[in-house]
């Protein structure tokens, strides 16, 4: 008996997954029943129905079908691309007992081959004196578009299996002419059957060298090379994933607005402003949501608006060192002050010193510990430390992706332009007036002031370069 009821071949157009097909359905107990969740067919573009569904019926019901194939005699499946119904993913990705075949073909081969495809209109070669060949321009925005949608596809293929503690079989284009290979891929299946010789019928269509493919083939290569194929200029991300911190949002007494607020941002300044603009006091705000409530919240107020404010990483840092490790106060880390004084060198006395007055802990030394903050922060924000990566100092960008989980900020608001942000934020839902802001919002602007320099910038764009760059940050003034 099969260790699977059914498999899907994961593949692109130009993959060689009509051959792939060809060569399962040469073995006793299997059938590959084409494309079958192909949005503009089902199964082959001539095909009333597969397994005696129709398209309609498939529309309807996907999973449906999906177990007309588990039903049918022997181990069957379908081919599957990244533009076919995403409905089935849901279902086939998490079921183990559906096998996942994964092909994969050199994606400029692949796309050259699909646009000469397109040009010429022809799909399938099983006689080479009937081959159509034709030189056909290469469009880097095009390729790059389709590299992109390529691999998110991919990417999501893989972390589902992982996460679900599942394996796939892997074919690579050339691996197709391997007759072991379709074997062992059958072995894998579950299914005792074994050929000999591979199907000969469909033959290759555009076996020239790709300079005689592609008309433009000089400027194909400098864009090619241009395209940074490995990733190597991405900022690695190996924070903590996030969720939203919906009791911590806050709704405006009368006017549909929602601020999402940040850990160290502005906050207690957006609070003042968002219950001046209805006037009311701070504490006529409404906060302490639940995903259910602030669903609620969100159906009663037709029109609203999110808003999220984020701020320069030198002050997001700074303001996180002050009120979390520096004071003694409510909402402050005694035991991560210890731990990163005595693992870290982060050199901050308990007692909650005031670096502007105190004699030990003075400007200077506020000054080094911070660096050594900053410093901690780098190894923290990439999981190289025991110590948790506090919403406090997390990176920014994380917080808002974990936001996104339950719903998009309609507008980041970035601290240094806030006055005009709020004010046409506030003029969106219909008030023409103004509350007053402060000229600064931070509390530790002074004592930021005095110790700021290259140095410091330096390590929070070490720490920080996602925030950097995704927010467009230049050095702090």
């Not at 079989?169 to 010789?197: C, K, P």
């Not at 020239?208 to 991300?237: C, G, I, W």
């Not at 996180?320 to 002050?337: K, L, Q």
Request: proline fraction near 5%; glycine fraction near 6%; charge should be neutral.
């Amino acid at each position: 008996m099969s260790k699977f009821d059914y498999f899907i071949v994961f593949a692109e157009m130009r993959t060689g997954s009509n051959f792939l097909e060809a060569n399962l359905n040469i073995f006793d107990g299997i059938a590959c029943l084409g494309e079958v969740f192909n949005p503009h067919f089902i199964g082959y573009p001539n095909s009333a129905d597969v397994l005696g569904v129709t398209i309609n019926q498939r529309e309807t019901d996907p999973q449906g079908l999906i177990d007309r194939v588990k039903a049918a005699e022997g181990v069957n499946g379908f081919r599957f691309f990244n533009d076919h119904d995403s409905r089935v993913l849901d279902i086939a990705l998490t079921d183990p007992r559906c096998a996942k075949i994964v092909l994969t073909r050199n994606p400029v081969d692949s796309f050259v081959s699909w646009k000469i495809a397109k040009s010429t209109g022809q799909w399938k070669l099983t006689n080479v004196t009937q081959q159509k060949t034709q030189q056909v321009p290469f469009d880097a925005d095009e390729f790059e578009a389709h590299l992109v949608a390529l691999q998110a596809f991919q990417v999501r293929i893989l972390n589902t299996l992982q996460r679900s503690g599942q394996t796939a079989f892997h074919v690579a284009y050339e691996d197709l002419q391997d007759v072991e290979v379709m074997n062992g891929l059958v072995r894998w299946l579950g299914v005792d059957s074994q050929i000999t010789s591979l199907n000969k019928k469909l033959k290759k269509q555009n076996p020239d060298p790709m300079a005689d493919k592609v008309a433009n083939f000089a400027q194909m290569e400098q864009a090619l090379a241009r395209m940074d194929r490995f990733n190597l200029s991405r900022t690695p991300n190996f924070e903590p994933r996030r969720g939203p911190m919906i009791p911590t949002y806050v709704a405006a007494a009368d006017s549909p607005l929602l601020f999402m607020p940040l850990k160290s941002g502005p906050n207690g300044v957006v609070q003042g402003w968002l219950a001046a603009l209805d006037g009311k006091s701070v504490e006529a705000l409404e906060t302490g949501f639940s995903q259910k409530t602030l669903r609620d919240w969100l159906c009663a107020h037709p029109g609203h608006r999110k808003f999220t404010v984020v701020r320069h990483p030198v002050v997001w840092a700074h303001t996180a060192f002050c009120d979390r490790i520096v004071s003694n106060g409510p909402g402050s880390f005694a035991e991560i002050r210890a731990t990163l004084r005595k693992v870290h060198g982060v050199e901050v006395p308990d007692g909650g010193p005031v670096p502007e007055t105190d004699v030990v802990y003075n400007m200077q030394a506020h000054r080094r510990a911070f660096l050594a903050f900053l410093k901690f922060l780098k190894n923290n924000l990439s999981a190289q430390t025991a110590v948790r990566t506090d919403a406090a100092w997390a990176s920014q960008v994380s917080l808002l992706q974990g936001m996104a989980d339950f719903g998009l900020a309609d507008v980041i608001v970035r601290e240094q332009t806030m006055r005009g942000d709020l004010a046409r934020l506030a003029a969106q839902i219909g008030c023409t007036t103004m509350p007053a802001l402060p000229d600064n919002a931070d509390p530790f602007a002074a004592r930021l002031a005095a110790i700021h320099d290259d140095v410091v910038e330096g390590a929070a764009r070490d720490a920080y370069g996602r925030d950097y760059e995704g927010f467009g940050f230049g050095p702090f003034r």
